[in-house]
């Protein structure tokens, strides 16, 4: 386990380009995977979950090219999986382990899904359920990981999502494409669309339909065949939540971040940075297969921070799921602190992100309440250097990093190492951003 010094900075200054997006990486992996023919991937992700999902395609017979400049060459299995020699590893992933199931599980071999010890942990009826329904015969554990999949054919079903989870949402939809029938899907609560603009790039159909006070219908046609694609996957949102949270901390800040991901259902994060002071200005937008891709520059207003708590609860929660440890960690250094309610989920993500956030903000002494779903946590406060357990959980290592720089004195992250899960290069960067 590596441990990270982290001492406080005096401002935050300078331009980052982040890796490839985690989520998007996944999918264009796995669509990859299972398309006809050489797909092209620019810029995909350099954090450890993606490669598992790569190296997953891999073991199930597609052929995976991984080039210096992060570029991507992924020749897919036309459709026909192969019988693979040994467990497919997850590794930490929940996003391979859940869409992956529902990926495999129409193609006709045993398929077993393995992970480490965070990711056995994880609850995986959530994607059993729906898969069982259209037939599929998967065996778990105490509801968990290692999970056993004996392909047969799927038939189509028409399921209500009972939790926002887009890695529930991409398994039933991976499914559905290879099922018989038009399997429909509907979410009260809309989680992030990756899945489907990656759909669409790789050549599938849907449609999509809302109707008000409707929850939003997707129906896919199974037997669809995919081809291959050329893209250039947007840099991580969830990752440059770090610097923008960072960037808040001082008055003085300025920051661009370019080929950025600006999703509009992954991007509620801008509005939070700029509700609690940030001024962010956007210089460039395009959009490449259904995801917009931008440059920004921010800046901090001190005259924007208000007294007021920032209050987080659903639907925004599931909109900020993965940012949400790092803005807690900075509410006691913000103005009006935060107000975070019907988070459960955090305590099922690759640790319980409330028990810890909670043991780290008490070790550097701020004051909040812990609730089953959530946390109140008063701002104006003042933090001091600690030891932070991160849990081995990438989100809480980099959050209480970006907490440090305001404390007084230094700090540790033990499990430092846990950030190369999403994003290898964070302390780099940190370092080179981080004025002292
Ligand atoms: C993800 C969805 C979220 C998120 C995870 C990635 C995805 O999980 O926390 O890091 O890529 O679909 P849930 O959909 O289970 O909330």
Redesign the pocket.
């Known amino acids: 386990m590596s441990t990270q010094i982290i001492r406080p900075a005096r401002s935050l200054q300078g331009s980052l380009t982040l890796p490839g997006d985690?989520?998007?990486s996944?999918?264009y992996a796995l669509l990859a995977g299972l398309a006809e023919g050489t797909s092209r991937l620019t810029n995909f992700s350099t954090g450890a979950?993606p490669h598992s999902s790569l190296a997953c395609m891999e073991a199930l017979g597609a052929s995976v090219l991984r080039n210096p400049d992060n570029s991507i060459e992924i020749t897919g299995v036309a459709g026909a999986f192969r019988q693979p020699s040994a467990p497919l590893d997850c590794g930490n992933s929940?996003?391979t382990m859940?869409?992956l199931s529902g990926l495999v599980a129409s193609h006709p071999h045993t398929f077993t899904l393995i992970g480490d010890p965070s990711l056995t942990l994880r609850p995986m009826e959530?994607i059993r359920n729906p898969l069982m329904q259209m037939g599929a015969k998967i065996d778990l554990t105490d509801g968990h990981a290692p999970i056993v999949i004996h392909g047969t054919p799927l038939y189509a079903i028409d399921f209500a999502t009972p939790?926002?989870?887009?890695?529930?949402?991409?398994a039933v939809l991976f499914a559905g494409m290879q099922a018989e029938g038009v399997t429909s899907l509907s979410e009260s609560i809309l989680?992030?669309d990756?899945?489907e603009q990656a759909l669409l790039a790789f050549g599938a159909s849907f449609t999509r339909s809302r109707s008000p006070n409707e929850p939003a219908r997707l129906s896919i046609p199974g037997g669809q065949r995919l081809h291959a694609v050329d893209a250039t996957i947007p840099g991580d949102i969830?990752s440059a939540a770090f610097f923008l949270c960072a960037a808040l901390l001082f008055p003085d800040s300025n920051l661009v971040l370019d080929s950025l991901g600006m999703n509009p259902t992954r991007a509620a994060l801008l509005d939070v940075i700029a509700a609690l002071g940030g001024r962010i200005k956007v210089l460039t937008v395009e959009e490449h297969h259904g995801e917009l891709i931008g440059t920004i520059q921010v800046n901090v207003d001190p005259a924007k921070r208000t007294a007021s708590p920032l209050i987080i609860n659903s639907p925004l929660t599931?909109q900020l799921?993965?940012e949400l440890p790092v803005l807690a960690a900075i509410a006691p250094l913000t103005r009006g602190g935060l107000i975070l309610r019907n988070a459960q989920?955090l305590r099922v993500?690759?640790s319980d992100r409330i028990t810890l956030v909670a043991k780290n903000l008490r070790a550097m002494g701020a004051q909040f309440t812990e609730y089953p779903d959530g946390l109140e946590i008063p701002g104006n406060q003042s933090l001091h250097g600690a030891t932070i357990d991160s849990g081995s959980d990438h989100?809480i290592a980099m959050a209480f990093a970006i907490a440090a720089l305001r404390a007084t004195g230094d700090s540790e992250i033990l499990g430092a190492e846990s950030a190369s899960i999403?994003f290898p290069e964070f302390f780099t960067a940190l370092d080179s951003l981080a004025l002292r």
């Open positions: 985690k989520s998007i996944h999918r979950d929940g996003s859940r869409m959530r939790i926002p989870s887009a890695q529930v949402k991409t989680t992030r990756h899945t969830s599931a799921i993965d989920e993500k690759e989100r999403s």
